[in-house]
């Protein structure tokens, strides 16, 4: 039974020692174990921590990539190169406890195919972070065909036969939650209080948030383009009713001329509506044009293992 850790880092170089010493207790219970890290372009000494590690003989692969790729890019290197017969994923910065590590893998023991987490309170984040979170899962879960609970993050264990379904996957867009969702097969939820980061700050500003949203609901509903017809449909219906009032004043009385801000009100509305359905329409014509380009999810520039 050989267990695969894998782990996506970016500038990540003070939590990495004390990450893998936490680990390496936890895991040398069991016969054999791999610890991946997945470099995603970092500019400050990770990778050099990640070798030194190597060289000093601890069981670490690594894969470095040739520039920043993005968290779940990072996460599909690592299943990709994975040898284990369950691989468990979890963030650098020490928030996902590695002694939750065991009671992951005795529920995968008791034949659960995935394992996956959810936070309980959230101590490092700020409100913000957590009403938004919340608000995206409650949305995505809304529209789309997939059940995701709120306050799952990228902390869980994947089977052997759930790693080489995810492994032929070649979308640019990955959204790792949704995925691991959409493949069913037998799940266990575990809670877990999540730590403070142990060092460096977050890289998840409120842009990059937004993005993640946009690909997780984007990759699993098309429900949003509904809406353009949906509302194009309402405001046709208002305007039939608005124009046969005007047509009635016009014919019935002598009082047509004002009429400016009820004209410039529609006219932005109308806009706007155009506007925000131009945008939905973009988000997914755009997410076709990369994809109809078929490239690599990532590039490795170095690394220590094979697939
Ligand atoms: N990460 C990554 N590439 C990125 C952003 C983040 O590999 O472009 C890694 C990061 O090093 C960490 C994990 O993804 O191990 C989660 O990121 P972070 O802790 O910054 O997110 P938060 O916990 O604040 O949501
Ligand atoms: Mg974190």
């Given at each position: 039974m050989k267990i695969s850790v894998v782990i996506p880092c970016y500038n990540e170089e003070q939590n990495i020692p004390i990450l893998v010493k936490k680990l390496t207790e936890v895991l040398n219970k069991y016969s054999d174990y791999e610890i991946i890290f997945v470099d995603?372009?970092?500019?400050?000494?990770t990778l050099e921590r990640i070798k030194e590690l190597v060289e000093n003989g601890a069981k670490i692969k690594y894969l470095a990539f040739s520039r920043n790729f993005g968290q779940q890019k990072a996460l599909k290197a690592g299943l990709d190169y994975s040898t284990g017969d369950c691989l468990i994923t979890l963030d650098?910065?020490?928030?996902?406890?590695?002694?939750?590590v065991d009671a992951m893998i005795q529920k995968w023991q008791e034949g659960y195919d995935i394992v996956y987490t959810v936070r309980k309170e959230y101590p490092d984040a700020s409100f913000l972070k957590r009403k938004t979170s919340w608000l995206f899962y409650k949305l995505l879960n809304k529209i789309s065909e997939i059940e995701i609970t709120p306050g799952t993050a990228d902390f869980r264990l994947l089977d052997r036969k759930v790693i080489d379904i995810l492994r032929e996957l070649n979308e640019t867009f990955i959204f790792l939650r949704g995925l691991v969702s959409w493949v069913g097969f037998r799940q266990y939820a575990l809670e877990y209080t999540p730590q403070k980061r142990y060092s460096g700050k977050t890289k998840y500003s409120f842009k990059n948030m937004i993005l993640l949203a946009i690909t997780g609901i984007t990759s699993f509903s098309t429900?949003?383009?509904h809406l353009a017809t949906f509302l194009g449909l309402i405001l046709a219906f208002l305007c039939i009713l608005y124009g046969g009032y005007a047509v009635g004043i016009t014919i019935f009385t002598d009082k047509t001329v004002p009429g400016w801000a009820s004209l410039i009100v529609s006219v932005l509305f109308i806009g706007s509506i155009q506007l925000l359905i131009l945008g939905i329409i973009g988000e997914y014509l755009g997410k076709l044009f990369i994809e109809s380009k078929r490239r690599p999810q990532y590039i490795i520039k170095e690394k220590n293992c094979e697939k």
């Open positions: 995603d372009g970092s500019t400050d000494a650098a910065d020490l928030q996902h406890p590695p002694e939750l429900r949003p383009l």
